[in-house]
């Protein structure tokens, strides 16, 4: 039974009791007529109940909706003795507060959940959550990947996506045609796109708008898809990005740590809205690196060969500022690595790169392809477009990226981080942050002279790093998504 047709039962034995009352003081007329009402909306309790509960949960409630019908039909007949209708109608309302009592505590009463990522790589910013969701007796579970489009030069999102087939085999998919969200009205609706109309590369349609998913639930929950460290600095630059839709329309936002619920509550949030428990993304990180749970395909393996393997990971926006250059020097970077033959060279490129190129930085499309193939080409190279970064993240010794979640969420495998960006980038901004934990060629370290570190096995910041990363994520267990997951349900039978 779902916790709004509960809620609805509940509602109309609250009425009934309010109408039984009501006859006391009513004319014969009059209290024959609601004793009719109130006998016509048992039934339709009882009728309701027989359709969506097992039989043996049924004739606890048949038991009781009999006997009140019983009372209703001594209570017209005797509907002129003032004495004996009172006594009826007192009987009627116990029996009504125990029906009422039996269902508040109803065990086989569910949330409806519903989780809609939209891109499958995302899915890490809510998969632990889900975990405990779906596990949980007193919830029925959807994962419904919308479609979106990918803007082009024309700026019109001509180009219609769906990744539901991308996802996990493990992870039942529910079509998004098989759910009319405005006819169930899910108790819980999680989501990680925060944009709405302010995506200028991918747009959800607007039914999924933060706005409108609202409208349909009392729990609309967004799990950001970004992480960050532990000092991040919220900046009048940076403001604007807690302004998205997904921050104003949401009834509850995640929060990794109480320092960023802090911060957000210094810009305005109101600290209920903020949930201080942690991040699924760490969760997903710590409970899929381990080697066992890893199946390593053949032709990585052929081409990782006992190498000491890196991995680089480029943003959307890598070639957004200096385009040329920086397309010249991720060139020389696979050069470093890839020319080495102890060395194996992992790249995962954003999935929205290509469109970001072809939208921002047209007149390196076509270098942007040609450098993708040639990758390709490489015997000691791996070009990673799964959405699934946990092998890559399990198999390889070291990173090298773009300031990023996914730079910040690797120091929770332990090994060495190199950003291509400098200190200058992160001074004002929500990315300042505790640089430190990072390789970096402000602190005298070439991407050739961590190259060698990392084949000699060294790793001069790793204390620091660890330091570091327990302050940023105050609840390395992997149990946010849990403790998410127990404080939302909670929160949602409370107001009901």
Known sequence: ???????????????????????????????????????????SIFNTLDDILPEDKTSLYAEIISSIIELINLTKENIGDNQQVEKLIRDIKFLLDDLKSNLQHEDEVKLEIIFLPYKASMWDSMESIWIEAKDDPKCNCHVIPIPYHVNTEKNDFSIFEYEGDKFDNGIPITHYNDYDIELEKPDIIYIHNPYDEYNTLTRVPECYFSRNLKKYTDMLVYCPYTIGMGNNIITKKSHIFFKMPGYRYSHRIINQSIHYQKNMINIGFLPNKLIPLGSPKIDYVIHNIKKEKNVIPNEWSKRLNNRKVF??????????????ENADDLSSLIHLIADRPDCALIWRPHPLALSGVRIYEPRLYNEYLQLIEDFKKLENCILDYTPNYALSFCVSDAFISDMSSLAIAYLVTNKPVYLLEGFEMFKDGVNSVELSAFYTQDCGISISDFRNMVLNNKDYNYTNRINILDKAFPNLDGNAGKRIHNQIINEVISLN
């Open 1 to 43: 039974m779902r916790l709004k047709t509960r809620n609805k039962i509940i509602d109309l034995i609250s009425t009934v009791i309010e109408g039984i009352k009501y006859i006391e003081n009513a004319n014969e007329a009059t209290g024959l007529n609601i004793l009719n009402d109130c006998f016509d909306a048992v039934i």
């Open 311 to 324: 991995l680089l990971n480029t943003k959307i926006f890598h070639f957004s500022v200096d385009g040329q």
